[in-house]
């Protein structure tokens, strides 16, 4: 099977994971009202993840300063072999979460709406090949 097709079948092996993690920032928003930048990271192999041996999913919170974003995505991908990512964070009016793997990216936008003093999460809007983190897929550049 060529590359492209593994990592397709991979990619969409992938998704559902990540769609569960999307749900979850319902139940988070709720209990906090606000979201914390977070990026999941699914290795391609085992990986030693605090002394432990794992091919499963990894969570990491980012660095408070956004500079370093970068370097730590980068530092992500290659000590934990990354296959794919879920990247999510709040912005001024909406929560933003992309899933990258080789194949692409797929996202989903949630806008926070006021409703009075309280601030409620709207219905995701998902987008496919749009968003990137740049890691591991880009626009008009199938993998890194």
Excluded at 41 to 65: A, E, M, Q, R, S
Excluded at 76 to 85: C, F, G, I, P
Excluded at 112 to 123: F, M, N, P, Q, Y
Excluded at 130 to 140: T, Y
């Amino acid at each position: 099977m060529p590359e492209s097709s593994v990592d397709q079948l991979i990619h969409e092996a992938l998704l559902p994971y990540a769609q569960s993690g999307v749900r979850g920032i319902y139940a988070t928003w709720a209990a906090d009202q606000r979201i914390d930048p977070v990026v999941m990271v699914w290795p391609w192999k085992k990986v030693d993840y605090h002394g432990i041996y794992t091919n499963d999913v990894l969570p990491f919170d980012l660095p408070k300063d956004r500079k370093e974003w970068h370097g730590f995505f980068q530092h992500l991908r290659d000590k934990y072999k990354a296959n794919a990512v879920l990247f999510v964070e709040q912005r001024d009016a909406e929560i933003v979460a992309i899933f990258e793997s080789p194949h692409g990216t797929h996202s989903w936008h949630i806008e926070i709406s006021a409703h009075g003093d309280v601030h409620i999460l709207e219905a995701p809007k998902e987008k496919t090949d749009v968003d990137s983190v740049g890691l591991l897929w880009r626009p008009n550049k199938k993998s890194n």
